[in-house]
């Protein structure tokens, strides 16, 4: 069992910058891929990008490759994800998720953070 708890959220004029975190609990972090999914209103959940175990690979959706970074501490049990030069379309609900496989589907991911709300102002 992994319980997740991101934060981070808030609110940022276009061209700032967030970092969101995702704490973790449980001693088997480290076997656990770990995403990044966002939720626009009115729009269906997407990924927005995904960290193997190891932190080695890395996968982004085009839309954000440039501006968001993904990164995790073992040691910590923490993920983030560093995002600059926000747009007014990045405005969503950004969730945390653990899964076995490094993914861009939802459906192999096993535990979900509550998400926390990030909104870019134009």
């Known amino acids: 069992q992994v319980q997740l708890v991101e934060s981070g959220g808030g609110l940022v004029q276009a061209g700032g910058s967030l970092r969101l975190s995702c704490a973790a609990s449980?001693?088997?972090?480290?076997?656990?891929?770990m995403g990044w999914f966002r939720q626009a209103p009115g729009k269906e959940r997407e990924f927005v990008a995904v960290?193997?175990?190891?932190?080695?690979?890395?996968v982004y959706v085009d839309s954000v490759k440039g501006r968001f970074t993904i990164s995790r501490d073992n040691a910590k049990n923490t993920v983030n994800l560093q995002m600059n030069s926000l747009k007014p379309e990045d405005t969503a609900v950004y969730y945390c998720?653990?899964?076995?496989?490094?993914?861009?589907?939802?459906?192999?991911?096993?535990?979900w953070g509550q998400g926390t709300q990030v909104t870019v102002s134009s």
């Open positions: 960290i193997g175990w190891s932190g080695g690979s890395t």
């Open positions: 449980g001693r088997t972090f480290s076997s656990y891929a």
């Open positions: 998720a653990a899964g076995r496989v490094v993914a861009r589907a939802q459906k192999a991911y096993d535990y």
